[in-house]
């Protein structure tokens, strides 16, 4: 017997038939190819597997396929054809918030669903929030200006 | 994975008896995916039941002057709910980070029963009774008799956590702390709770619970004897003494996290702060 998972991903109903005891990351990036979404430690410590779970930011490494069943998931590469992506990519950029890069999808995913929620963070809302986010480049001043120049430009974009 | 059961199991009645057979529970996973993450390596996953469909785990209730939280409650939603004491909401929001908050359960992190468990010391300290489930029925007990060592339960082999049961309104005023090395995603070197009923600036009672400090929670009877009756004037004055008991009551260990020494001198240290703030409101 098979047995079928399905989801919602990045807005399409989708199933797949892969062993419930994958993990999410895996199925995401294996399976459906959205290798956005990365695996840096795989002990939910790094925050560079974060995708939004029900709209509300998730580790992939630390969840099985099977808990995944009937959610709702957004990756990076969903959140790429909003123009709220549009404005945090420029202002990650902007900010000089990237370097490697490695921590950008899951920093982005957090921000998204941070101003999303609390359209005005001061600096002490967004470095909580941004706090399960690791870097190991940047320093995370930039990631905050980031975050913070995003407050200023993103209007009614989400 | 050789799972012989319906891994999403309707009933509280179904899980137990895939409990019973080997079927490890699934509530958040984030304890789950660490303490299986070499065999999920190699596909030697034991199987498992997703709990998540179980409506008997869900949400909080207030009984007769009582609250009573389900299993699967998150850490994220206890954080903010405004029925539960703020002591619990307070350390639920001392847990890991924020995505791992929304994971992860007040069940997962009672079943885990590690010493450095954050919602372990204020569940102590309020007096928390788990309830457990089973095909034959339900039973509750005290959670200092529910959690047996480190990383031990008795919950037994057909059983489910299914809530934890707290009093409201016994204490007006609390106290917690949990250090460690970074905010995020740290566990916990040494923390306190404390629970109090004070009245015209006298302790009627008082509980208090430390957690990282010993193989289980150390709760602590004669210092909470020795408050008991005294004005915070007078247990303000008392600071020395109260400290030394706590270094005596604390069983502290060397390891990978902190040492022996600095767990003792802090956990003094965080009931010498506790007094001073519930004396300096
Ligand atoms: C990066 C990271 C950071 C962390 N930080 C902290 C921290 O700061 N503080 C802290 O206390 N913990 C921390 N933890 C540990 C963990 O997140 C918590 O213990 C969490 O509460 C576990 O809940 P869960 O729902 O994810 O448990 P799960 O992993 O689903 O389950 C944990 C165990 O309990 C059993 N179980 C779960 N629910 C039930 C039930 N209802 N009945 C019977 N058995 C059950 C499972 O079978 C399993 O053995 C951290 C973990 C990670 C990976
Ligand atoms: S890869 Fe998931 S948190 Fe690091
Ligand atoms: S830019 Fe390299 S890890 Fe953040």
């Known amino acids: 017997m098979t047995k079928l998972t399905s989801f919602t991903l990045n807005g399409e109903f989708v199933s797949t038939k892969s062993a419930l005891d994958l993990r999410l990351v895996d199925v995401l990036r294996c399976e459906f190819n959205l290798t956005g979404t990365k695996e840096g430690c795989g002990e939910g410590e790094c925050g560079a597997c974060m995708i939004l779970l029900d709209g509300h930011p998730a580790l992939s490494c ?41 921590c950008t999808p899951g920093m982005i995913m957090t921000t998204y669903a941070l101003l999303r929620d609390n359209p005005n963070p001061d600096d002490g809302a967004i470095r909580a929030a941004m706090a399960g986010n690791l870097c190991r480049c940047t ?15 993103r209007g009614e974009t989400w | 994975m050789v799972n012989s059961h319906n891994p999403y199991p ?65 850490m994220a939603a206890l954080s903010v709910n405004k029925e539960i004491p703020g002591l619990l909401s307070q350390a639920c929001n001392c847990v890991g980070s924020p995505a791992l908050r929304s994971a992860a359960t007040l069940g997962g992190n009672i079943c885990t029963a590690s010493p450095a468990g954050d919602s ?4 102590y300290a309020l007096g928390a009774q788990v309830e457990i489930c089973s095909p034959a029925g339900r039973r509750l007990m005290p959670i200092r008799d529910f959690i047996s060592g480190p990383g031990t339960t008795t919950l037994q082999s057909d059983e489910l956590l299914s809530a934890v049961i707290l009093p409201v309104n016994e204490f007006n005023e609390f106290y917690h702390h949990k250090v460690s090395p970074r905010v995020a995603n740290a566990i916990t070197k040494v923390s306190l709770a404390v629970a109090a009923r004070i009245e015209n600036k006298r302790i009627k009672k008082i509980r208090m619970a430390f957690g990282s400090v010993g193989p289980t929670i150390i709760c602590c009877p004669q210092i ?19 400290k030394i008991m706590v270094e005596k009551t604390i069983k502290p260990i060397d390891d990978h996290r902190s040492t022996a020494q600095y767990r003792r001198s802090i956990a003094a240290n965080l009931l010498a702060d506790c007094i001073e703030t519930f004396g300096n409101p």
């Open chain 1, 62 to 102: 630390l969840m099985l396929l099977g808990a995944a069943k009937d959610r709702d998931i957004l990756t990076i590469e969903g959140l790429r054809a909003t123009q709220g992506f549009a404005v945090l990519s420029q202002a990650f950029n902007d900010a000089g918030a990237v370097q490697c890069g490695f």
């Open chain 2, 224 to 242: 909470e004897a020795a408050c008991t009756g005294s004005s915070l004037s007078e247990l303000l004055s008392a600071v020395p003494e109260l």
């Open chain 2, 120 to 123: 372990l010391p204020p569940l």
């Open chain 2, 10 to 74: 309707a009933t509280l009645r179904e899980a137990c008896m895939a409990k019973q057979k080997g079927a490890v529970p699934y509530a958040g996973g984030t304890d789950f995916m660490i303490r299986h993450a070499k065999a999920l390596q190699t596909g030697q996953c034991p199987p498992f039941i997703f709990l998540n469909d179980l409506n008997e785990l869900q949400g909080i209730s207030n009984p007769d002057n009582t609250v009573r939280i389900g299993a699967l409650a998150t």
């Open chain 1, 139 to 153: 320093g995370y001043s930039m990631i905050v200006e980031a975050v913070s120049l995003a407050v200023q430009r």
